[in-house]
């Protein structure tokens, strides 16, 4: 079970919106839609969980890059809202770097003919490499230390962590609205 709510700040406070992310492919498309939702530039946060999974912050402020934090990336990773979010940038590679070229790759495990007695090659280095989806949170841990969350409580949160952001920022009341 998903759950996607957009949280902006205005002058009034936080206001919430859920928000469908069916048609959203990228980060950038993510990043428009937020900008959508508040259209003063100011900080728009997107709040994203799988129950008992992982969460997902994206954090944009006006015209500048977004800012994310993903709690687990392993489980982000098997899931479509998180491809989103894991972005070559965030994991630490390359950009287009999806590890090795299959074409480049000796699949049937022989070279000219020949066994191959070393399992230190290609394929093994690569079957859980420095390409493998890190297990554990990645991005930016001090995304919501301005507004009242530390890096070590974003860093403890599990369960019900949305609601538990939405508290810190006094902004559960708006987005239970939209549970």
Do not use: C, N
Not at 49 to 61: A, H, I, L, S
Not at 79 to 84: K, Q, W
Request: negative net charge; proline residues 4%; charged residues 35%.
């Amino acid at each position: 079970m998903y759950f996607a709510a957009l949280l902006a700040r205005t002058e009034d406070g936080w206001e919430a919106s859920d928000t469908e992310l069916d048609d959203v492919e990228t980060l950038p498309d993510l990043a428009d839609l937020a900008r959508e939702a508040s259209p003063d530039e100011d900080t728009v946060l997107v709040l994203i969980e799988q129950e008992g999974g992982w969460f997902g912050v994206v954090r944009v402020d006006g015209e500048e890059d977004p800012r994310v934090y993903v709690s687990d990336a392993a489980a982000a990773a098997r899931s479509s809202y998180g491809e989103i979010l894991l972005t070559d940038e965030l994991l630490g590679r390359e950009p287009g770097d999806d590890g090795p070229d299959l074409d480049a790759l000796d699949l049937d495990g022989t070279e000219d003919g020949e066994p191959d007695d070393d399992d230190t090659g290609v394929g093994a280095a690569s079957a859980g490499g420095a390409d493998a989806v890190p297990h554990g949170p990645v991005g930016d841990a001090q995304i919501l230390e301005d507004l009242g969350v530390s890096e070590k409580e974003l860093r403890s949160l599990t369960e019900d962590a949305v609601t538990e952001i939405a508290d810190a920022l006094g902004a559960s009341e708006v987005l239970e609205t939209v549970r």
